[in-house]
C-alpha cells in the first residue's frame, strides 16, 4: 500500500509540475522585504518618480534623508536646502597633514520667496526633488512658487519664479554695495563684506531694493533669476564672461554610455551656448572642448574651467580587460604557482565562510581567481573542484537557500538589500542601506562570471539572478532593467564611485576603497565576456577604466607633487587618500586610522587580479608608495594579510625582493592566496 501511495504522489507531482510549468520553472528573483531600516523617500521625490527606482549614493542624496537640509557640493558650490529657502557658499578649503577641509558652511547667498500658499504645518514647509538626472537635480518650493535648477558644474545658480512672487535675497554676511549694473535694470552686482562679489541676472527688468544690512529684495518678480558668485572679485574679464554667457541656462543634464571609452553630455537648455565647469579630470579627457583657460574657479577637486558648448565628448583611455594577466606567465615559472595552487584548491574545502555578505563574496572571487590562475599556468586537473566549490556557494546567494543571509528586494528605492541588512544597519557594513553595494556584489559578479565561464550550462541556468545581481550596481536605464536605478554608485560627474548609500553626511558621499570599486567594474566588463554581451562589457570597461583615472587623479598622490590637485601640506604626508567625501578628504580610514598606512595602500589595492596592473600603471608611484607605507610595518599587531598589498605593489618595480617577502609570509587577506601573489609577481613584465 505504502507504495502504490508514493507512487501516486509521484505521478501527481508529476503531472501537476507540468500542467503548470510556469510555477515550477520560474526563476527565483529575489523576493521583496519590507526593510524596517530604509528611509522613506516619499518624504522628498514628487510623486511620479516614486514609481521608478531611486538614486542611493547620489550627488544630492543629503537633500532626501532626513529633514533634507545637509548642504551637498554642486560644483564651485556648496548648496543647502532649509527653512524653505535655498542657500549656496562658494566654499574655502584648509589643508592640514592629515585631512582637507570645507569651510563649514555658511550661506553667502539665500533664496527665498514669500509664501503665496498657506500651507498647514509651516514646519514641514520643505523641498520636492521634482526632477533628478546624471548633472543635474530640480527642487522646488511649492509654497513659494520657486523652482531652483541645480546643474553640476554650472557657476550660476537658476531659480524659476513661476508667478509674481516678492523673492528675498539674503546673505549670513554684511552687504557692502548693491547697485543695478549701468543702464541696466536686468543685472545687479552685490559685494558682500568677505570680498566676494556676485552677479544677479533676471529674464526681465525689475528693481532690487533693499531690506536691511543682509537682505534685498525683488518686490513682485516672476521669470528666471540668475545669481554667479564672480571666481576673482577684481577681474573684470571673469565679469564680462559671465555676463555674456548669462541668458542660456541648463535645465537637466545627462550623459550618455557611447561604448567602452566614450562618455559623452548633454544638457537641456534654453538660449545660445552654454558654460560649464570641467574639474581636472575631464580637462584630461575632453576631445574637442572650447576651453575658457583664464575663467577658473576653485573647488576641492582642483580647479575647475570654463568649458562653452552644449556637448560634451570625453574620451578615456581604452583599457584592456583581460581574463588574465596581460603579459602572461614565463613557462618555467609555473611550477612554484602550480604547488601553492594546489595547496589552496585543497585548503578550499576547508574553508569557513562567513555569512556576512562582504567577506562571502571575497572568498568566492578569491576562489574564482584559483580557477583562471589554474588556466593561465595549464593545471586543468584542479579546475573541477573549483568549480563545484563555486558552484556550491553561490548559488545557495541565487536561489534563495542560503540560511544565514541572502538577498532579497527593497521596493522602496528599488535595490537589493541582504537579509541581515535589511533589520540592521549595521550588518553587512551597511548593505541595507544601499552602502557599498559595487564592493560585495562586485565580488559575487567576479565569482559567478568566471564560474559563467567555465561552466556556460551552469551560466545559463543563473543567468537571470546573475544579471539582476550586476543591474543593482550598473543598470544603465529603466530599458535595461525597471528594477534597479541608474548606476546605483558612479558618479557621472565625479567620474568615479560613491559608496555612502542613504545615510545622511555633513561632507557628503564618500568612498573609501577605489580597487575594489574599479573591481566591481572589471568583473561586469568579465560577465559581458562570459555571457558575449557586448553592451555589458562596454559599459563595464567604460566605468573601470574612469574609476581608474580618478583614482590616479585623486586619491594617489605622487611625491613633489608640482602638478597636485591638493596643496603640500596634505599632500607631502600623505600618498593615497584614505576616504576621500564629497567636501573632505581625509588620511584616516573607516576602520583604520591614518598611522596604519599598510592598510590605507592595501584598501587602494584589494583584491589583486589583472586589472590592478592598469590601476597602479602610473610608473613610479608603486615604489612612492611602497617607501611611504615600509616603515609602518614595523608598528606591533600589523598583519601579514596587509603586508601583502604592500609587497605585491613592491612587485612592480623590484620582483626579486618583493618575492622573497612574499614565501616569507605565514598568512593573507581572506580575499588573497600565496597562489595569487606569485601568479601576480610571475605575471610582472
Ligand atoms: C531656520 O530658521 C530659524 C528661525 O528663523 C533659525 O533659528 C534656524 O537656525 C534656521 N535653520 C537653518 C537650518 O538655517
Ligand atoms: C504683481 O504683478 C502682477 C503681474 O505683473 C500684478 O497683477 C500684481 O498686481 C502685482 N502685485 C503686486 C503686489 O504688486
Ligand atoms: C564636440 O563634438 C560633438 C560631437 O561631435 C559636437 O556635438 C560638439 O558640438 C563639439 N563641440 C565643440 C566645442 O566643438
Ligand atoms: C524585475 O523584477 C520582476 C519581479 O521580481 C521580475 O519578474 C523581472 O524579471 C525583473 N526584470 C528584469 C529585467 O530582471
Ligand atoms: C607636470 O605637468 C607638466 C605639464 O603637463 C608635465 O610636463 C610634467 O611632466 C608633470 N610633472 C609630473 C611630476 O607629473
New binding site residues.
Partial sequence: MANICSLALVVYAVCFSVLIPQATSQPFLFPETQSTIVPDPSTFFAPNLLSSPLPTNSFFQNFVLNNG?QPEYIHPYTM?S??SSL?LAYPSFSYTSTVISTTPFQ?DLTISGSKTITIPDPNNDHHVVSDFDDLSVTLDFPSSNLRFFLIRGSPYLTCFVSQPTPVSISTSHTIVSSSSASGSNTKFIIKLDNGQTWLIYTSSPTDLTASGASSLTFNNFSGNIRVAVMPDAADPKSEAILDQFSSSYPTSGAAVLENSNTLTYKWEKTGGDLLILAHPLHLMLLSNATVLQDFKYKSIDGNLVGIVGDTWVLNSKPIPVTWNSIGGVKIDLFPEIISALRRDVDALSSTELSAASYFYGKLVAKAARLALIAEEVACPDVIPAIRTFLAEKIQPWLDGTFSGNGFLYDKKWGGLVTKQGSTDKGADFGFGLYSDHHYHLGYFVYGISVLAKIDPAWGEKYKPQAYSLLADYLNKDKQSNPNYTRLRCFDLYKLHSWAGGVTEFADGRNQESTSEAVNAYYAAALMGKAYNDPQVEATGSLLTTLEIQAAQMWWHLREGGENQTYEQDFAKENRVVGVLWSTKRDSGLWFAAAEAKEIRLGIQVIPISPITEVLFSDTGFPSELVNWALPALGRTGVTEAWKGFVYALQGLYDKAGALEKIKSLTGFDDGNSLSNLLWWIHSRS
Fill in positions: 537640509d543647502k532649509s527653512n542657500s550661506p
